[in-house]
Structures are given as structure tokens and as C-alpha cells.
């Protein structure tokens, strides 16, 4: 139920992290990145807070880069930007694919991914992606010290994460999947742009000279209070032919049997779960074949 919103609000622009988080502790004030995902709650009525600090201009935060650990992501970068990072042809190139799907142009402009994975809504985007990558998630409660947790842990509940009202999301970190590893991401919602009805990201590794899989991931986004990353079904992935598409099949067809999708009026839980089914056995294809070109 709405409740009755305030009149007036103050409107801080800090020059820093630190400057921020003491903001947020001292006015139980609300933090604003992008503000794609906070201004619709704000309309309507589920967040009413007197204090908005709006980070957005804040220097040192929008960091796309690569080096022998891996792909660094800015908190503050935007969507678009990871799009334009020219990251197609690494192994990441599944993030720009993810961050494609997100809302419209405005949203990709302004929307960033550090509050995007700091929202913590069950059906976002890049958190199946970034949790088959093993990425870890930093952030900050006075803009000096940092607390990073692998992106699995991070999630509690719909949004509900480890994050304590003051802290903030000021980067992400993806380790390099290796070589032979193949990622892939599936999404579908009923209009493009819209939020996901279901959403699933995959990754495999394969030992080529035994024609195995020697790694797996899987996760499935908007079927559960968090994202759900499947251990029991990569555990039967591990030791097949990346070729085999049957057995494939046969392990994305249990994706039911650890979901926990909320109907809705045009999708039941037995729908929602066909979808799964169906995206997951498309997304372990994709990243088998990524897998094998080296990708």
C-alpha cells in the first residue's frame, strides 16, 4: 500500500565516496546512481525518504578495464558504457550481451551497474551473469575501507543484500573464466526492455583433449527470492560431452525442481518454469559452443 509522500526533499551532491556514506548515515538519507531503479519506487510511494544523496558525479568509479586478474567494472559505470567497452571478443563478452537486454535507452544511459547490482530485485539482469563468472562485488561504508563478497553471497532476499543502509557498491570484479570456458546469457520478458520474466546464464569450461566439461555454471534470475545458482545441476554437467545436447536438455529440464517462481496473471508457475527449461538448454548450447571456438 502507497503510503503518503513528503512534500519536500534535500538533495545532496557529494564530492566523494566517503562524503556520501557519511551523508547516508547521518540523514538516513537514500542513495541515487543512475536512479533507474529507485525513481519508480519513489513514485510509487514504497520509498519515502526525506534525504536523496545522488552520486553520479562523484570522479574514480566508471573504470572498464582488463589486466592479468581480470575485468574491473566501476560501480558508477553505466550500462551503455559497458556495452561500449569493447569487450565482445574476451571472455566476458556476455556482460555487454546482458547489459544490452536492460530497459530502454535512457535506462542503458543512465543506469549503472553498481546500483543496478546493489537493488537487489530477483529479476535484474547481470546478477545470473556475473554470479556464473564468479564475480565479486566491493563495497564501502565510510569511502576508504572495502568489504568484497562473491556475488552468490551477496543476495539475501528481494532486495535484501549483505549492504547496511549507509554502504555502497563501488565495484565489481569478474576473474578471468580462462580459455576454454564459454559464457552465455538468455532472457525473456514479454516486451524487449521490459524486466525478465525469467532470465538464465551459463558457463562452461571444456577440457578439449578429453572433449569433456570440466567446469560448470549455471544460474536462473526472476524464478526465486534471489538469484539461484543450480550446484546440483553444474554437478552433472561436469564430466559430459560439451557436444551432448540431449543430456543438456535433460539437466535444464530439472531446473523445476529448485525454483521457487511467484505466479503472475499471465504466467503461472508451470509456464515460468517451461521457460527455464527452454532458455537454459539454449544458454548451455551457446556456451558449450563459446567453449569450443575458444571464445
Excluded at 32 to 57: A, F, K, T, Y
Excluded at 179 to 193: H, L, M, Y
Excluded at 257 to 284: C, G, Q
Aim: with cysteine.
Amino acid at each position: 500500500m502507497a503510503t503518503e509522500q513528503s512534500t519536500e526533499r534535500r538533495f545532496h551532491r557529494p564530492s566523494d565516496i566517503a562524503e556520501a556514506t557519511a551523508l547516508l548515515r547521518e540523514h538516513d538519507a537514500v542513495l541515487v546512481s543512475g536512479g533507474q531503479s529507485l525513481m519508480p519506487l519513489i513514485r510509487q510511494g514504497m520509498i519515502d525518504r526525506d534525504h536523496l544523496v545522488d552520486i553520479s558525479n562523484v570522479d574514480g568509479y566508471d573504470e572498464v578495464e582488463i589486466d592479468d586478474g581480470g575485468l574491473h567494472l566501476g560501480g558508477l559505470v553505466t550500462h551503455r558504457e559497458l556495452i561500449e567497452a569493447d569487450l565482445l571478443e574476451t571472455p566476458y563478452r556476455a556482460l555487454p550481451e546482458t547489459a544490452k537486454e536492460i530497459g530502454d535507452r535512457q535506462v542503458r544511459n543512465w543506469g549503472t551497474i553498481g546500483g543496478s547490482v546493489a537493488h537487489a530485485d530477483p529479476s535484474l539482469d547481470y546478477p545470473p551473469t556475473m554470479t556464473v563468472l564468479d564475480a565479486e562485488v566491493t563495497y564501502t561504508g565510510d569511502g576508504e575501507t572495502t568489504d568484497r563478497v562473491p556475488i552468490d553471497e551477496f543476495y539475501f532476499g528481494p532486495y535484501v543484500s549483505v549492504l547496511q543502509p549507509h554502504e555502497i557498491v563501488v565495484a565489481v570484479d569478474v576473474p578471468d573464466p580462462g580459455p576454454n570456458a564459454g559464457v552465455a546469457f538468455e532472457k525473456f520478458a514479454w516486451r524487449r526492455g521490459d524486466m525478465s520474466l525469467v532470465n538464465v546464464a551459463a558457463r562452461l569450461t571444456v577440457d578439449h583433449a578429453a572433449d569433456t566439461v570440466e567446469e560448470a555454471r549455471l544460474c536462473v534470475g526472476a524464478m526465486g527470492p534471489t538469484p539461484l545458482r543450480l550446484t546440483e545441476l553444474e554437478d552433472e554437467l561436469v564430466g559430459s560431452d560439451p557436444h551432448d545436447a540431449d543430456h543438456q536438455r535433460a539437466v535444464a529440464d530439472r531446473i523445476p525442481e529448485f525454483t521457487e517462481p511467484v505466479p503472475e496473471e499471465h504466467a503461472s508457475v508451470d509456464y515460468k518454469n517451461r521457460i527455464a527449461s527452454n532458455l537454459a538448454t539454449k544458454t548451455l548450447r551457446t556456451a558449450a559452443e563459446r567453449a569450443e571456438e575458444g571464445a
